[in-house]
């Protein structure tokens, strides 16, 4: 039977390592194939080759590999105990029933729920510098209801773009041109039946030092109408929101927010429970009408998490969170909508 042998791991990152053993001795010649078990669970079997890539692991996890060294005169094995690296942040994978894939580059591909009764699906297309070009989404129902963007680039630059919704016979069409990164135009056309309603409006934004929207000002060229919003930030969040005698307030946590990845546009046809911008869920209609209008927010994400909502002094909706080891939130409670959600994570790369 094959002879006693050393089993070594190399590689050990967030979710795979590397083991290596050395090749046993034997009495005759022979052929040796070899087995890997991961937990006591088989993992390949067969081998001739004396290295083998263990991956799907997870993250800060123990694992014990045990490599089994076979011939037609017996069995040998020999065992190892290792760690997977703690990462330095985690990304969220999936949420409810939704699952968020992502490509090479880490950037996210599409956000959704694949299964034949699934509602919300996005699909998110990048040029090869890995700037947004598409977001095309869907609502899996009997109305149709559909939403797409284009983003426009000159010279890398982010020069239009073009959002398009629709339910049923409501259709709503925003196109937008970007005179600058704080002056910018649009115009925003929605059709009922067979009315059509078009608004015009120039935009003019301010800026703080770390490239946050403090001030919108907004104007409809034709009947001169100016709305102004004012937004305040602290520790990395959005605080506070104001336009006109409407104020929103919004209270954080102090640990790392669950909401990794890039928002995007999400049409208003969808359910509130599942509204998504900003980095903000289940958001009353006040802030979701501002954000929708300011594409500078579709890759907004705040440091921490949302505690509570508060409008004009009433609260809103309240969240109540459990952390894993990480201190990402593992579940969300919302009482005022009746709503769990669960969380989970893989390492970021």
Same mark, same amino acid.
């Given at each position: 039977?094959?002879?006693?042998?050393?089993?070594?791991?190399?590689?050990?990152?967030?979710?795979?390592? !590397?083991?290596?053993?050395?090749?046993?001795?034997?009495?005759?010649?022979?052929?040796?194939?070899?087995?890997?078990?991961?937990?006591?669970?088989?993992?390949?079997?067969?081998?001739?080759e004396?290295?083998?890539?263990?991956?799907?692991?997870?993250?800060?996890?123990?694992?014990t590999?045990?490599?089994?060294?076979?011939?037609?005169?017996?069995?040998?094995?020999?065992?190892?105990?290792?760690?997977?690296l703690?990462?330095?942040?985690?990304?969220?994978?999936?949420?409810?029933q939704?699952?968020?894939?992502?490509?090479?580059?880490?950037?996210?591909?599409?956000?959704?729920?694949?299964?034949?009764y699934?509602?919300?699906?996005?699909?998110?297309?990048?040029?090869?510098?890995?700037?947004?070009?598409?977001?095309?989404?869907?609502?899996?129902?009997?109305?149709?209801?559909?939403?797409?963007?284009?983003?426009?680039?000159?010279?890398?630059?982010?020069?239009?773009?073009?959002?398009?919704?629709?339910v049923?016979?409501?259709?709503?069409?925003?196109?937008?041109?970007?005179?600058?990164?704080?002056?910018?135009?649009?115009?925003?056309?929605?059709?009922?039946?067979y009315?059509?309603?078009?608004?015009?409006?120039?935009?003019?934004?301010?800026?703080?030092?770390?490239?946050?929207?403090?001030?919108?000002?907004?104007?409809?060229?034709?009947?001169?109408?100016?709305?102004?919003?004012?937004?305040?930030?602290?520790?990395?969040?959005l605080t506070?929101?104001?336009?006109?005698?409407?104020i929103?307030?919004?209270?954080?946590?102090?640990?790392?927010?669950?909401?990794?990845?890039?928002?995007?546009?999400?049409?208003? !046809?969808?359910?509130?429970?599942?509204?998504?911008?900003?980095?903000?869920?289940?958001?009353?209609?006040?802030?979701?009408?501002?954000?929708?209008f300011?594409?500078?927010?579709?890759?907004?994400?705040n440091?921490?998490?949302?505690?509570?909502?508060?409008?004009?002094?009433?609260?809103?909706?309240?969240?109540?969170?459990?952390?894993?080891?990480?201190n990402?939130?593992?579940?969300?409670? !919302?009482?005022e909508?009746n709503?769990?959600?669960?969380?989970?994570?893989?390492?970021?790369?």
């Amino acid at each position: 039977m094959p002879s006693n042998f050393e089993v070594s791991l190399t590689d050990i990152t967030t979710n795979s390592a !590397i083991v290596n053993w050395t090749v046993p001795t034997t009495d005759e010649p022979t052929t040796i194939v070899y087995s890997i078990y991961l937990n006591e669970s088989v993992l390949v079997e067969n081998l001739t080759e004396t290295s083998y890539n263990v991956g799907d692991l997870s993250y800060a996890t123990n694992y014990t590999i045990k490599v089994e060294a076979k011939n037609e005169y017996g069995i040998s094995t020999s065992s190892i105990n290792f760690t997977t690296l703690e990462p330095s942040s985690l990304r969220l994978i999936s949420y409810r029933q939704n699952i968020l894939n992502y490509n090479e580059s880490g950037l996210l591909t599409y956000r959704g729920d694949p299964s034949p009764y699934g509602y919300i699906n996005i699909d998110y297309t990048y040029n090869q510098n890995n700037q947004i070009l598409k977001e095309e989404s869907y609502y899996r129902d009997a109305f149709g209801k559909t939403g797409r963007l284009d983003y426009i680039y000159t010279n890398d630059i982010l020069t239009g773009l073009s959002i398009y919704e629709r339910v049923e016979d409501v259709t709503n069409d925003l196109q937008f041109q970007f005179d600058s990164e704080i002056a910018y135009t649009y115009v925003s056309t929605t059709r009922v039946d067979y009315n059509e309603y078009i608004n015009y409006y120039q935009v003019q934004l301010e800026i703080n030092n770390d490239n946050n929207i403090t001030k919108y000002t907004r104007t409809n060229t034709e009947t001169m109408h100016v709305d102004v919003v004012h937004f305040e930030y602290s520790n990395g969040n959005l605080t506070k929101i104001t336009n006109g005698t409407n104020i929103l307030e919004i209270s954080y946590d102090t640990a790392n927010n669950w909401h990794t990845y890039r928002s995007g546009f999400l049409p208003e !046809i969808y359910d509130h429970n599942e509204k998504d911008m900003a980095g903000f869920i289940c958001y009353p209609n006040f802030l979701g009408y501002w954000l929708k209008f300011m594409p500078e927010f579709y890759d907004f994400i705040n440091t921490n998490n949302p505690l509570e909502y508060k409008c004009n002094g009433e609260v809103l909706t309240t969240f109540q969170y459990e952390y894993n080891e990480m201190n990402y939130p593992k579940k969300i409670t !919302i009482p005022e909508r009746n709503l769990i959600i669960d969380l989970e994570y893989e390492a970021k790369e």
